[in-house]
């Protein structure tokens, strides 16, 4: 990201969301809202942006709203809807042809955008309910982590599964692999976090897994873990009021995210030059932060509650 915002504007999005029933559309590079628009009947537990960037996904309760990024419509133009209970993540095939989803009815789901019925294509059902989902860069196999300490990983090629548990009676609460496959990181509400390398996953020939590290990453719940771009860096945020980045080449922490306020801090993304990480935090602010010298550089202020979720993209477009 170039933070003097020498990106066009098309190519660079940052939104938020929460508990005050809005999501926002900022300018990255200036922190001014662009554009707020309505999610009335519930907090937001997920936000992310279609691949062509025409979209944004909010998961809430019950269902799942499509809002339009291109025009000034503050009302959602699309409604997912016959799922019970909440919603807890979301993401897209890098294509843009499904998204999956997953919720506390103890489920996984598909969804093909690609059919005008907006119904559920294919349905993977677990015991406990499901606080994260994570796509393989492959984008043939689901993992999905939930309340009980279950980690599945669901090949949709072959429709097979299989199951981990890092650590039993904890609850996974997220899920993440880097871009290149060959990490998957895991936080739970333990606040520890776990490490493993992944070989296979190519072709038909399924993802296994090799454990790495634990990490005593957190003194309470860890709430997200994300990878940055160059697969380089790992965050990971937690109620203990802090966002900790970790070097993937042996996993010691690099630096310690904590602002004065103190208070949870609920999501996280990279830019994608990985030199920087947004927070969303209890405190109702985004902010954009240095990762080498762990300042903020930029508050991003508006909404009245908690900030839970965020999505951001700046691919660079290539030039023509």
């Known amino acids: 990201m170039t933070v003097d915002g020498t990106n066009s504007n098309e190519q660079v999005i940052l939104v938020t969301g929460g508990y005050d029933h809005t999501i926002k ?23 992310d942006i279609t691949p062509d ?15 339009d990024l291109v025009s000034d419509n503050p009302n959602p133009i699309i409604n997912y809807e016959g799922v019970s209970k909440n919603i807890t993540g979301l993401g897209f095939q890098e294509e843009g042809k499904w998204m999956y989803t997953g919720g506390e009815d103890c489920s996984a789901r ?17 015991s406990a309910p499901v606080n994260c989902v994570c796509l393989h860069p492959n984008q043939a196999e689901l993992i999905v982590g939930d309340q009980s300490g279950v980690i599945h990983l669901w090949d949709l090629r072959s429709d097979h599964n299989e199951q981990l548990i890092p650590e039993a009676e904890a609850s996974v609460q997220d899920v993440a692999i880097d871009q290149d496959g060959t990490y998957m990181a895991a936080v739970n509400n333990k606040g520890h976090c776990y490490i493993w390398t992944l070989t296979g996953g190519v072709g038909d020939e399924p993802t296994r897994l090799n454990p790495r590290h634990k990490l005593a990453a957190h003194k309470r719940y860890a709430l997200r873990c994300k990878f940055s771009p160059d697969s380089t860096l790992l965050v990971t945020t937690s109620a203990d009021q802090t966002a900790r980045v970790w070097k993937t080449t042996d996993f010691s922490e690099v630096q310690i995210l904590q602002h004065e306020a103190k208070r949870w801090v609920w999501d996280a993304a990279f830019s994608a030059d990985s030199q920087y990480i947004f927070t969303a935090s209890s405190d109702g602010v ?33 030039a023509s």
């Open 25 to 47: 559309i900022w300018q990255p590079h200036t922190g001014v809202c662009q554009r707020t628009a309505e999610h009335t009947d519930s907090q937001v537990n997920a936000l």
């Open 53 to 67: 960037k025409y979209l944004i996904a909010a998961a809430g309760y019950q269902h799942i709203r499509m809002y």
């Open 110 to 126: 598909i969804w093909d955008l690609r059919l005008c019925s907006f119904q559920c294509q294919r349905i993977f059902q677990v």
């Open 286 to 318: 985004a902010r954009l932060w240095n990762v080498s010298t762990g300042a903020v550089e930029r508050e991003y202020q508006g909404h009245q509650k908690a900030v839970t979720a965020l999505a951001f993209r700046d691919e660079v477009l290539p």
